[in-house]
């Protein structure tokens, strides 16, 4: 178990973490293979997974995002070479809700450490929503990189 300032009880299998709030609602976060590196750095897909649902109308819950972040924080101190890509889940075209929480979420989080890049304006408001989470310094501009050929290619 891992456990993380004011966070839910996290369970830990290899590179897969979940959660279940105080709604039973469970949430699964994982980090899978990205197909690309850029400069030797390794990129790994974030995903968020809301595996169960609730019947009760929840309304905003602060643990899932410092959960998230414990998640995260966790994730980059055993790994920490790689950056991470967080594209939104279009299901429910809910999308832009996703984006905004999961910006929201890193903006309040307490991880100096890492940066979230994200793609220009103009792709977020053609519905691109992805972001790139790295440490600050070398991998940072790593990152950059990676970003700036992620945003190239969707624009050709």
Known sequence: MLNYK????ITKTEDT??????????YLVSFSEWENTVNELVIRNLTLAEISESSLKVGIDVRIGTTIEGVISDYFTNNPDVALI??????????????ARFKRWFQNSEMAELILLEPPVD??????YFAVIAKSGDNEVKAS???NKSIEDLTK
Do not use: A, W
Not at 123 to 128: A, N, S
């Open 6 to 9: 004011n966070s839910y009880e």
């Open 17 to 26: 973490y979940s959660f279940k709030t105080k709604f039973n609602i469970e």
């Open 86 to 99: 967080y594209v939104c889940d279009t299901l429910n075209q809910q999308e832009g809700k996703r984006y």
């Open 123 to 128: 792709l977020i408001e053609q519905g691109f």
């Open 145 to 147: 990189n990676f970003m």
